[in-house]
């Protein structure tokens, strides 16, 4: 796993269903079972409004809550693909958007430039098709010696 104040990577995660993928990011945002659950209904929520494939294998999930203590860009390389839901199979890039209501500024504005990243098809395509945890990495978080 690779991290910085925004960005966790993780390359060849065991995580292998929507559900454990939804699990594992609101544990990772609170202790608290009560924000777990409200976090957990949030991205129930949002797939109601529509789906979150963004591209071919990808999906990104994104909420916005009151409850999230910093935004979080979290980006899952499941080793094996991911039945995502009915029509949305064979899933091998993850990214999920959790923000911090009333986010700052220079917050929102990295989100949105890590988001016009995706919109760049040649982008994805280096994503899913990099086999090294390095080479990912780097590609998804600009500055590397921010990471820990």
């Known amino acids: 796993m690779a991290t910085n104040s925004l960005y966790q990577v993780h390359f060849r995660s065991a995580?292998?269903?929507?559900e454990s993928v939804y699990s594992?990011?609101?544990?990772?945002a609170s202790n608290d079972s009560s924000t777990r659950h409200h976090l957990l209904q949030a991205f129930h929520d949002r797939e109601k409004v529509g789906s979150t494939q963004i591209a071919e294998h990808v999906v990104m999930p994104h909420i916005e809550s009151d409850q999230l203590d910093q935004s979080q860009i979290i980006v899952i390389r499941p080793a094996e693909q991911i039945r995502w839901e009915a029509g949305i199979e064979k899933i091998q890039l993850v990214i999920v958007l959790l923000l911090k209501r009333n986010e700052s500024a220079a917050i929102k504005r990295e989100l949105i430039g890590f988001t016009r990243t995706l919109a760049d098809e040649d982008h994805i395509n280096e994503l899913l098709e990099t086999e090294e945890e390095a080479a990912?990495?780097?590609k998804?978080?600009?500055n590397r010696e921010e990471s820990q």
């Open 24 to 28: 594992f990011c609101a544990d990772h």
């Open 140 to 142: 998804i978080i600009p």
């Open 15 to 18: 995580l292998a269903s929507r």
């Open 136 to 138: 990912f990495i780097n």
